[in-house]
């Protein structure tokens, strides 16, 4: 069963790489200048603005915005390093393997703080913690849990309202997925309990966010774990309907990280883009999202060092995952 | 007056010798130093003329000596030097004067009776003749009781004629007796002094007489 | 020192060869720390990995047959650096390739799987690598496990520089401080030197005594040469003044006697011709041993003046002394020499040199004042210490008042008056090494003036 499914995955991965981009938009088309091409995991929406101030200040460059989830990411940036200039990820564990395996272009007049760069090739600039985002219909008249045990507890009491109506990335599929649950199980042994519970309410996977919200938002499942919950904010259409609710147990907070290819032919642009992607004033206070606090970095905060290359290793993501699906998908 | 000449060279000690005989004066002379301490061991001296270079040594080792015992005989240094540092050397050593070599016997009379003026009190010979009373070192004249100055000239004539009173002295010996040799005197210059010589002795019973042509001589009454 | 060939300084070449010295102890202090904080530094980038290495084989177990490893976390979290050093790892099993960089290869481990470390380059990094190995015991099964890890060396290269940087303050400081040492210490060593030279300066002319103060070992030779040299130079000195002595004495003694002689010989000698004849002989030898006398008078005043030998003195004192040598040659032409002054006029002078001066100028009154007359002698001591001789002579012939007091001049006066014409060169040699002047005048009332001030 175990190799069906992971067949089934791989093909599907497959299929999706040969398949078109999530979305892709070209910004200041006319461009007489360089045009920056961006392989980003962040929806287009959300980071049109911030390109807009881009090419507004920058009138000669042009820029290709492809969005597409985190592990497509990196398998398409490592198959093609030439083809893009600009990698922006959550997937912070798979931005610091592709920049310790050199695809990474170290920017040394680049002035970040310590703790929001890695080697100088890769560059923080937002703060995202992980979060419980709820349906508010589907707790009218219950109490809104605020922790994971609280939630585990609410899953418990009404079983059969929560059947088929939850949902969190499929780690298999979607980096960021991956991140969290790993984080998470760094964290706490409540994690796997939630999987458990949750796999036991035949829980929804999901391979991007987007999509995950859109069924939180319509109703189609009332809770999701491990979303972005700012980033659920930042999608207006259904902010009304969904509450997120950041676990008062502990917090896992992401860092959106952006670099430059080794293999660029815009070095100057793209160094100009990610000083402008890093800059508070034409960065994070144009994006939706939370920006990196000021001085140093919050608990939580998943913090960009060789550590993250652990769960990355073919070993130990072989066991997480079949741990993880052992826990998720119960016959 | 009594001199001791310590002196090594002959010839000069003969010449100094007879001028100060000349002049009425007894004097010893050595030649070396071991000489000189056996004249003043054994004879009391007025004055010793002392020279510097002596065959047996210093001259002024002689006057440290002769300074650290009790005699008081004074001493004129005869020094071949003319440094001043060498005079005042002598001098700082106990000489009461000094005279460079070659000396005129005038300046060299003229210094021992100042030495003898300065350092004996009170008249030691005086000459008294035909109703006066000299002292030669300390250059006083008595005619009656009555004290007559000299000036230095007129004091040295007198006692040319008071050494051989009823010698005739020509002009010319006298004027070498009174003038040195720095000048060139008229001998007529010794008429003035015989004048007034003639003029202090008045009240005395002698007095100078002119030989016409000859010279002077000094006569008793 | 004007004339003195000077190579070099000791001083300098001291300095030179200590801070010399210290410059080559700076660098070699700053490789010396360089090199063995560098080894720290590596040990401790050594001692990390082998830790990590040995944590994540401590993490690898054979189950079933299979090798079962779960890389634990702080594995790399111990690997974090201040640089965000990259780190790159590979696991073999039996040499064959399990997970991790498959391109990486390290050293291989040592006997019983010891850690073995080496330097490469990885990926265009240079890396330090350490390969360890671990032999798993299952059922059936033995296999060795066998991990490399890389890191590169950013870090360990920001820690060498600061390393370096902290050795370069380290060299530099401990110069500087060698530098000023050696400054005190040359100073200190040329001191002795400075003292002797202080003292010779010092010294009177005449003092040949030898230096008796200790002096350094190194400077005894020098100073034993300068003593040595001094006695041979005061010995060579006392000789010829001695021979000059005995010069004056072996010439003068006849000379006094020939005079002597002559002037007795005066008496007997009526001739005029003949009497005339020998006054010129004794005039000759007065004039000759007066200008001997006079020039050796006129050198060593030379040679005193350019080396003063001032002491506190009473000009009053001085001229009074003067007048009471000179005194019985005054007395001779009849002349009254007479002193002025009001109380002691103090001065700073060498004394034998103001002697001689005072000496020469009452000389000159007393040759050409006019018998029976009186010369004046006045000290004052304002506005400087002054001593005026007047006479009443002729005077100075004003054609020539300027030029009396060069060498070997005499007034057009002068004739028959016996003289070397040095002496008032003498007193103005006498003034001007005082500070002073010579002043020549003549009187209203006739006859000369001479001011001697200092």
């Not at chain 1, 703790?115 to 709820?134: G, M, Y």
Request: contains cysteine; proline residues 4%; negative net charge.
């Amino acid at each position: 069963m175990r190799y069906l499914i992971a067949l089934i995955f791989a093909l599907w991965g497959a299929v999706a790489s040969a398949q078109d981009w999530e979305d892709r938009r070209v910004f200041n088309p006319g461009a007489s200048g360089p045009v920056l091409r961006i392989l980003s995991s962040t929806d287009t929406a959300i980071f049109a603005p911030l390109i807009d101030a881009f090419v507004q200040d920058n009138p000669t460059v042009g820029v290709e915005y492809f969005v597409t989830n985190t592990g497509d990411i990196d398998r398409r940036f490592r198959a093609t390093p030439k083809g893009f200039d600009i990698v922006v990820s959550s997937a912070m564990d798979l931005q610091l393997k592709l920049a310790n395996d050199g695809f990474a272009l170290a920017l040394r007049d680049v002035d970040h703080p310590p703790w929001a760069q890695w080697r100088r090739s890769l560059f923080a600039f937002t703060a995202e913690p992980a979060a419980i985002v709820i349906n508010k219909a589907a707790f009218a008249g219950h109490a809104v849990p605020q922790t994971r045990q609280d939630l585990i507890a609410a899953l418990r009491e009404r079983p059969e309202q929560f059947r088929g109506r939850v949902g969190t990335y499929d780690v298999r599929q979607s980096g960021l997925g991956y991140l969290f649950a790993t984080q998470d199980s760094r964290a706490s042994e409540t994690f796997w309990r939630l999987m458990q519970v949750m796999g036991g309410l035949d829980m929804r996977l999901y391979c991007c966010s987007g999509a995950m919200i859109d069924d939180l938002t319509d109703g189609t499942i009332a809770v999701a774990y491990n979303v972005l919950g700012s980033y659920a904010a930042a999608r207006a259409d259904g902010a009304d309907a969904v509450q997120v609710i950041l676990p008062s147990d502990f917090q896992t907070t992401m860092m959106r990280t952006a670099m430059v290819s080794a293999q660029t032919g815009q070095r100057d642009a793209a160094r100009l883009f990610i000083l402008h992607l890093i800059a508070p004033t034409t960065g994070a206070d144009v994006l939706p999202l939370p920006p990196l606090p000021s001085g140093t970095s919050d608990r939580g905060t998943i913090a960009l060092e060789p550590a993250l290359l652990t769960f990355l290793d073919k070993l130990k993501r072989q066991k997480f995952l079949s741990e993880w699906e052992d826990a998720v998908i119960q016959q | 007056m009594k001199f001791l000449l310590v002196e090594d060279s002959e010839a000069l000690a003969h010449a100094v010798s007879s001028r100060m005989r000349q002049d009425g004066h007894v004097i010893d002379h050595a030649a070396n130093l071991a000489d000189a301490r056996a004249f003043v061991a054994g004879t009391e001296y007025d004055l010793i003329l002392l020279d510097i270079m002596l065959p047996d040594g210093d001259g002024r080792a002689f006057l440290k000596q002769h300074r650290a015992s009790d005699l008081d005989t004074p001493v004129i240094v005869l020094t071949a030097r003319s440094q001043v540092s060498d005079r005042i050397d002598s001098l700082d050593l106990g000489a009461d004067d000094y005279i460079t070599k070659p000396f005129d016997h005038a300046e060299l009379e003229a210094r021992c009776r100042a030495v003898l003026r300065r350092t004996s009190g009170q008249a030691q010979t005086t000459i008294a003749m035909g109703g006066l009373v000299f002292d030669p070192v300390a250059g006083q004249l008595t005619v009656r009781g009555q004290d007559v100055a000299l000036r230095n000239r007129e004091l040295r004539l007198l006692e040319v004629f008071l050494n051989a009173p009823g010698q005739l002295f020509s002009k010319q010996k006298l004027t070498d007796r009174l003038f040195s040799f720095d000048h060139d005197v008229s001998e007529n210059a010794i008429e003035v002094y015989v004048g007034r010589l003639r003029k202090h002795l008045e009240q005395s019973d002698l007095k100078i007489t002119t030989f016409r042509g000859l010279g002077y001589r000094l006569d008793h009454g | 020192m004007d004339d003195v060939a000077i190579s070099g300084s000791l001083r300098q070449r001291l300095m030179f060869g200590l801070v010399l010295g210290a410059a080559v102890l700076g660098v070699i202090l700053f490789f010396a720390v360089r090199s063995y904080a560098t080894q720290v530094a590596q040990r401790g980038q050594d001692g990390i990995l082998a830790a990590s290495a040995a944590s994540i084989l401590d993490a690898a177990s054979v189950r079933g047959g299979v090798v079962d490893l779960d890389i634990p976390i702080s594995a790399f979290t111990m690997l974090s650096t201040p640089a965000d050093d990259k780190v790159f790892y590979a696991v073999r099993q039996d040499g064959a390739f399990l997970t991790g960089y498959r391109d990486l290869a390290g050293p291989a481990a040592g006997d019983g799987g010891q850690a073995r470390m080496q330097s490469f380059e990885f990926q265009g990094d240079p890396v330090r690598a350490v390969t360890a190995s671990r032999t798993l015991i299952g059922l059936q099964t033995r296999s060795a496990i066998t991990v490399t890890l890389a890191q590169t060396q950013d870090a360990l290269a920001v820690t060498l520089q600061q390393i370096s940087r902290n050795a370069a303050f380290l060299g530099f400081g401990f110069f500087a401080l060698a530098v000023a040492l050696s400054y005190v210490a040359a100073n200190a060593a040329i001191r002795p030197l400075e003292r002797l030279t202080d003292s010779v300066a010092r010294r009177g002319p005449q003092d040949l005594s030898p230096f008796e103060k200790p002096v350094p070992a190194e400077m005894g030779p020098l100073v034993g040469s300068l003593n040595s040299l001094m006695g041979r130079l005061d010995m060579s000195l006392q000789q010829s003044e001695d021979f000059i002595a005995e010069a004056a004495h072996r010439v003068r003694t006849p000379l006094a006697t020939v005079r002597s002689y002559a002037e007795g010989m005066l008496q007997r000698v009526d001739r005029a011709e003949n009497r005339t004849a020998v006054r010129s002989m004794v005039r000759a030898i007065d004039e000759s041993s007066r200008a001997a006398g006079q020039l050796l008078d006129h050198a060593m005043i030379t040679f005193r003046a350019d080396h003063l030998e001032s002491q506190q003195i009473d000009l009053v004192d001085l001229v009074q002394t003067q007048v009471t040598q000179l005194s019985p040659i005054a007395d001779m032409k009849d002349l009254e020499l007479r002193l002025h002054a009001d109380g002691a006029v103090p001065c700073q002078g060498d004394a034998i040199l103001i002697q001689n001066a005072v000496r020469n100028l009452i000389d000159n009154a007393l040759k050409y004042a006019p018998a029976e007359s009186v010369v004046d002698l006045t000290v004052t001591a304002t506005p400087r210490p002054t001593v005026v001789v007047r006479d009443q002579g002729q005077g100075f012939p004003p054609d020539n008042l300027d030029t009396l007091a060069l060498r070997f001049q005499r007034g057009d006066n002068a004739k028959g008056t016996i003289g070397s014409g040095l002496g008032l060169t003498i007193a103005q040699d006498v003034a001007q090494a005082h500070g002073g002047s010579l002043v020549l005048a003549n009187q209203d009332t006739g006859g000369a003036c001479v001011t001697l001030s200092l």
